[in-house]
Each structure stands twice: as C-alpha cells, then as structure tokens.
C-alpha cells in the first residue's frame, strides 16, 4: 500500500469513528439564545472587586493569581467584527489571597482598540474581519487585538496574540505599557500566543507560517537567547505547537494559507488530501529536522510532548475533522448562530524511532488541554481539557483525562455553565497533587464564576465557586502567577 | 504580508536619491518642516521632497533630499529657492543611521515612517492625493509627526 492510500484509510477509518461516538449533529441549528452573553461586548474596564464565595471552603494558606485573556468588544457603531478571534483583549486578574477571592479586568490598550475607540467602529481588519474605511495599518502590530492569551515573563505579564508583538501589561494594575520589544529589529514580529515553557522557565516559541517560521528562545529572566527562521515546506496554519525536552514539534495540517489577503481565514483552504505532516526539530540545532506523515486533520491546541528511552515521542492534542470552527462557525456565533462544527477529540500522537507515526484516539471531546506545567517536557499521565458539546457552542464540563487508565474524571457544570480552560495550581509533589483553577459562565445567574477542584478528584465538583458580580465573555488561555 | 514591502520600496529612494539628487534652484519660496513627535532621539530623518505623482511615486527625480540629524524629539529642515506650486515628503527615521529601512527577519518595516499631511497609507504608502500640499510665494511651514 503507498502511503498515500495508507493515508486516506486511516483517515477515513478515524473520523467515521469519531463521528459515531459524538452523535450531536441532530444538535445543529438549535441555538439558545442564551449563550450571547459569551460573545458579548463590554464597555469598560472592571475595577478590583471582592467576589462572593457560593459554595465550599477557601484551602488555608492558598495564595494564587489567575490572569486570562479572550475578547470583549466585537461591535462598535454599526460595524462588528467578524470572528470571535477579532475583539479587543481583555486581561482578568483573578486572585486568590488570604481566604479571599478578587476580580478586575482591564482591556488591553492597543493601537486597533484606540483608533477603532475614536472612529466607533470596528475597522482593522483580523482573522476574520475585513479591513474597512478608516483601517490604519502601518505593520502587524496595528492589527494586534492582543486577545489571545498572557504569560509571565521577566516579572511582566505580557498579553499574547499570534501575528504580532506581545503587549507589556503591568501584572498588579493591568496597564498597558506598550509593546515588548526582545531585539530591536525584531518588532512587529509574529509571537504565537502558545510559547512552551521548560521546568527552568527557558520558553520556546514559534511566529508565523509560511516559508519558515520564527523560532524565539527566551532566557527565564525573559530576555532573548536564541531568535531564528527555520524553514517550513508547507505554508500551513498553525496556532499551537508542542515540545520535548529536547525538540519543537511542529503539526502542519492541511488548512494552507494559499497567500495574503485580509480576512487572513479567506486567504486559507483545507486541503485534506495533503495529509498532516508532523516536523521535528532538534533545540540544540535547529538544522536538525526529522519529518513524520499522518492523516488530514485540523487542530488548534496541543499539550506538552515528551521522549520516551527509545527516542518514541509522546504528545496530544485536541483535533477536527475540518476546521468548519476556525473557518465558519467561530464567526457565525458573533452573530448569534451556532453552525455545527466536528467536535474536537482528544488524541495522543506517537512518533517513532523508525519514522512512522500513529494516533490514538481518547474517544472524548475534548478542547483547552492543558497539563501539570512543573513537568513539562517529561513523560505525564494527565491531561486536563473541557468537555461536554451538547445544546451550545461551548463546553458544559471540565475532565482530567487518565492517559494510563483511559478513563476521564469530569465534572459537568450543567447546561446554564459554558466552562472555560482550567490550569493546574500545584500544592505538592507528583503530577495533579494540586487544584484546577478555572471559570464558568453561568448564565442562569448572568455572572462569571471562578472554581477550585481538587485535581485528583475532579468529578467532586469544586471545593469552592465564587462569583464575580458580572457576566464576561469567555476566554480563550491563560496562566496562573 | 508582502504588501507592506511597498512602503519599503516606497521609502528606499528616499536614501538612494542623495546622490542623484535635482537641485532646482529658483528664488522664490522657502519651506520649514518641522518633524515632531519623534521617539528615539538618534539618527537621522532621511526623506525626498517631490513635486509631481510621478516622482512620489518613484518614477522621477525628487526635487530635493532630506537629511536631518535627531538629537531630540522634534527637528526642522529649512529648504529655500522653491517654486510655488504642489509638493509631498515621504520619509523615514534611520534610527540606527545604517542608511537603510530597517526591517524585521519577515520584511516588515521596523523604522518609524511618514508622509506629509501625516497621510496615513493602507498596508502600503500614504497616496500622493493625501500627501500632496501647497507651497506658496514666501515663507511655508510644514509639520509632520514621526511615528
């Protein structure tokens, strides 16, 4: 069998399973108007307030911040933006401190958000909004929403986007300071807002596909180590990658971009036919590259990779069918529609010694995944994700998933909560001796919330909610500090 | 986004016409320009000021250079002996003084860049429409922010 075939087989087999086990497409079209509030606009920065604790008890002596980012403001005049990834971002500081729970949100202040402010009207283009009458764009960074996700970095809480700079913020008062420069001619360069961080706080990161993409090595005091083009053969879309100890992993799916034009999702198609190739590339020399063949899928994010004694190499992911959810229905729900899109299902990839590769499916919707940060790059058993696709867009439910058991222990919110991405607060030694921390949107109560769980047993529910006295949008990522 | 490189390509005569640079002498009007809001206070504003389409547009001779060293935040160029009529400045701020437009390893222009007017451009230069502004008999004053 050509590898071609092989290609399209394990293709075809893999999502006719998928689609058995998530048969919510009878689901498609029915929108409770409900949801709204998840893409809703907010007018104005919320200042510091104490949230109020509904249920269960504060751990003594737990001292822990939460920073998130998504977009606020997607409507201004007349004029909307036209994907959920286009709004303005806004940082939340959730924190945890002395018993007490506190909320405050500021947006973050970037050239798009002050001229877009001035003419009220959205005008920049993005994702998947056009540029319109009165755009001014002198470079990348003009188009910067900064919405995407923040990361602590030589003791500045930096808010990421993907095709621009990331954005100085203050980490106690949520001002902007302006863009973080690394090298003087590396402004207004690509920053995807997914950097892998090492036990030792080294990041790597990657900014923009095409020809090659930019691979950014940061010290743990923050400052730059290592800036360089690497090659790509193949102008793929990626928003996520992964790493090992020892090497970036680099998933090239099949949505390419064919060119340049705004909105940047009409200058890309998916091309299942090309398959998913998967580049390895060694940290201690870039040059170093192996390259790995697997089926046509369509993904966002991934979780930390490991290497195995033999050189096997570990990761996982959240993959699509098509990126129908990237392409369409992310910019349908700013209008009020929920497009059906396929479900996102957890997988782990194993890339082995011999060149070959496979995947193997959790057989659980999954999104958001995220790990026990303190062992990135080593062998894990856990991955922590939403879950829950039914009546809406968004998740109900938040699991950790048991990759040695195949088993998830989640805990379902309930149809009036759309649950966000949960990080891991670690308490003590070994992997999930800890908290999820993470929120909701309750729609029911039409305020967000914040939850604590008990890593290890997440289906318990929270051992304490508290609740913000407003409702905002969902989010996208964030870090805990 | 290659379409940026079109300010590149723009603002790249602007220090290549030094040495070609027409010097029309006419006894006549004087132009101040006052550059302002500059943020590194080092280098040099290098520009070109033109008279037609054509020549913003790269196709013909500039009337005249601009170079003005930056040692603060706003600086001026005196231009005397011009003819009354239309004019437009494209320029940059060398901040690093290497003569060139500094890009970023993907091409994106990393040097502030201007016009006058303070014409803004679209993924591209500001249009001579926008830039272009008259010059009268006498004493002119022009200001444009660089940023």
Same mark, same amino acid.
């Given at each position: ?22 048969? +919510? ?19 104005? +920065? ?32 007349? @004029? ?59 470079? /990348?960074? +003009?188009? $910067?929403?900064?919405?995407? @996700? ?54 790597? $990161? ?65 091309? /299942? ?79 082995? /010694? ?14 958001? @995944? ?8 080593? @062998? ?14 968004? /998740? ?23 649950v966000e991405e949960f990080l891991f607060v670690a ?55 | ?14 220090? #290549?016409?030094?040495?070609t640079a027409a010097v029309a002498q006419n006894a ?47 600086v001026a160029a005196m231009i005397d002996n011009l ?35 303070? #014409? ?16 009268? #008999? ?10």
């Amino acid at each position: 069998m050509t590898d071609f075939n092989r290609r399209q087989l394990l293709g075809t087999g893999f999502f006719a399973g998928a689609a058995i086990i998530t048969p +919510d497409m009878a689901l498609a079209g029915a929108s409770p108007a409900g949801w709204a509030s998840a893409v809703a606009d907010i007018e104005a +920065d919320i200042p510091e307030e104490t949230m109020v604790l509904m249920s269960g008890k504060v751990p003594a002596g737990l001292n822990t911040t939460l920073y998130r980012n998504g977009p606020a403001k997607f409507r201004r005049g007349e @004029s909307a933006a036209g994907h959920w990834f286009d709004g303005d971002g806004l940082v939340r500081k959730f924190r945890v401190r002395d018993g007490k729970a506190t909320l405050a949100a500021r947006f973050v202040d970037t050239p798009k958000r002050r001229l877009e402010t001035k003419l009220n009207a959205i005008v920049q283009p993005g994702f998947g909004t056009p540029s319109r009458a009165g755009a001014v764009i002198n470079g /990348p960074d +003009d188009t $910067n929403a900064a919405n995407t @996700s923040v990361m602590m970095s030589g003791g500045q809480l930096l808010a990421l986007w993907e095709g621009g700079s990331p954005v100085i913020m203050d980490p106690e008062t949520l001002e902007t300071k302006g863009f973080k420069t690394f090298r003087r001619d590396l402004r207004q360069m690509p920053f995807l807002a997914h950097p892998r961080v090492e036990p030792d706080g080294t990041v790597w $990161n990657l900014g923009g596909n095409g020809k090659g993409t930019f691979v950014w090595k940061l010290n743990p005091d923050g400052s730059l180590a290592q800036a360089q083009m690497v090659p790509l053969d193949r102008n793929s879309y990626f928003h996520d990658f992964t790493a090992t100890a020892q090497h970036l992993i680099i998933v090239m799916q099949p949505w390419v971009q064919d060119g340049f034009k705004f909105p940047l999702s009409t200058a890309m198609s998916w091309k /299942p036919e090309l398959g998913t190739r998967v580049l390895v590339i060694d940290k201690n020399d870039l040059t170093k590259r192996r390259m790995f063949e697997l089926p046509s899928f369509a993904f966002f994010h991934l979780a930390d990779g490991w290497e195995e004694k033999d050189g096997t190499i570990r990761f996982d992911g959240c993959i699509e069918a098509d990126p129908t959810f990237g392409q369409r229905a992310a910019s349908a729900l700013l209008r009020g529609e929920y497009i059906k899109a396929p479900t996102p299902m957890l997988t782990q990839f194993v890339l082995r /010694p011999d060149g070959k590769a496979e995947m193997q499916m959790a057989r659980i919707a999954a999104e958001f @995944s995220t790990n026990d940060k303190r062992i990135a790059g080593q @062998s894990r058993r856990f991955t922590t994700h939403v879950t829950g696709y039914r009546q809406t867009p968004f /998740p109900h439910a938040i699991a950790s998933w048991d990759w040695s058991k195949g088993r998830d222990d989640k805990f379902d919110f309930g149809d009036h909560h759309l649950v966000e991405e949960f990080l891991f607060v670690a308490k003590g030694e070994g992997e999930r001796n800890g908290w999820l921390m993470g929120t909701t949107l309750n729609l029911k109560a039409g305020r967000t919330e914040l939850h604590l769980l008990d890593a290890r047993r997440v289906s318990e529910g929270p051992v304490a909610t508290w609740q913000a006295s407003v409702p905002l949008p969902l989010t996208f990522h964030g870090t805990i500090a | 986004m290659n379409n940026f490189k079109s300010i590149l390509t723009a603002l790249a005569m602007a220090g #290549a016409s030094f040495s070609t640079a027409a010097v029309a002498q006419n006894a006549g009007s004087s132009l101040t320009v006052n550059f302002t809001g500059i943020e590194d206070k080092q280098g040099a504003i290098m520009g070109v000021l033109v008279d037609s389409e054509a020549a913003y547009d790269g196709k013909a001779a500039p009337v005249r250079p601009l170079m003005v060293a930056v040692d603060k935040a706003e600086v001026a160029a005196m231009i005397d002996n011009l003819a009354p009529g239309t004019y437009a400045i494209k320029l940059f701020h060398d901040v690093d003084g290497n003569g060139k437009m500094g890009t970023n390893p993907y091409g994106m222009p990393i040097e502030p860049f201007a016009f006058s007017n303070n #014409a803004v451009g679209n993924m591209g230069p500001a249009k001579w429409t926008d830039a272009k502004f008259d010059v009268k #008999a006498g004493a002119n004053v022009h200001s444009i922010v660089v940023k």
